[in-house]
């Protein structure tokens, strides 16, 4: 399975982007889905998941109610709405998948990444 990351860039605080990752390769629509985000010096956290048919989402507690993960199986890309934004939400964010149908919280339970994509936020 590969996964692109894209829609990062440079946002004033309280602004919003919308994060794609398409996904390609053996029954991609088939595996859960996290984005996970890494600041300088900070070690890689989780912000959402979401489930195969996209019937059960988490949140990391610091994006609940701004962040919202969603996913076309048909166009086989889960997307990342990230609103109200805030200067600690500067990040490399990356989406990863899991051959497993359900979410998880960690990085080790995901099996395949895609590259980062930088979203900057200005105070």
């Known amino acids: 399975v590969q996964l692109q990351a894209s829609g990062g860039g440079l946002v004033q605080a309280g602004g919003s982007l919308r994060l794609s990752c398409a996904t390609s390769g053996r029954s991609a629509s088939n595996y859960a889905v996290g984005w996970f985000r890494q600041a300088p010096g900070r070690e890689r956290e989780f912000v959402a998941a979401i489930s195969r048919g996209g019937g059960t989402t988490d949140y990391a507690d610091f994006v609940k109610g701004r962040f919202t993960i969603s996913r076309d199986n048909a166009k086989n890309t889960v997307y990342l709405q990230v609103n109200s934004l805030k200067p600690e939400d500067t990040a490399a964010y990356y989406c990863?998948?899991?051959?497993?149908?359900?979410?998880?919280?960690?990085?080790?339970?995901?099996?395949?990444w895609g590259q980062g994509t930088l979203v900057t936020v200005s105070s």
């Open positions: 990863a998948a899991r051959r497993i149908i359900m979410t998880a919280p960690l990085p080790r339970e995901y099996h395949y």
